[in-house]
């Protein structure tokens, strides 16, 4: 059993910071690649970013240059720094793992969701 819990979503206004946090814990062999999406009302659930092991990151395009994802392999934790956000970034942001829970065999597991909103 593998859980994901998130934590720092919130109301901001634009152009200000959030950081969102998720901490994996449970039946961890190790974890492949760890990331966050995020889901508006009446959209589908986008890739916002994705961190390996290894510290390789992809972003998407939306957020280039704005948000910062990082990484602890020691206590499986991930977190996306968020700046200059704008109203439009306003979502629920969902922590994603990918998780090897024996030496071969992996899954994907989902956070709770935390909703970010960026209005004045």
């Known amino acids: 059993q593998v859980q994901l819990v998130e934590s720092g979503g919130g109301l901001v206004q634009p152009g200000g910071s959030l950081r969102l946090s998720c901490a994996a814990s449970?039946?961890?062999?190790?974890?492949?690649?760890m990331g966050w999406f995020r889901q508006a009302p009446g959209k589908q659930r986008d890739l916002v970013a994705t961190i390996t092991g290894g510290n390789s990151t992809t972003y998407a395009d939306s957020v280039k240059g704005r948000f910062t994802i990082s990484r602890d392999n020691a206590k499986n934790t991930v977190s996306l720094q968020m700046s200059s956000l704008k109203p439009e970034d306003t979502a629920v942001y969902y922590c994603?793992?990918?998780?090897?829970?024996?030496?071969?065999?992996?899954?994907?597991?989902w956070g709770q969701g935390t909703q970010v909103t960026v209005s004045s």
């Open positions: 449970g039946s961890i062999f190790s974890i492949y690649v």
């Open positions: 994603y793992a990918n998780i090897y829970y024996s030496p071969i065999n992996r899954n994907v597991y």
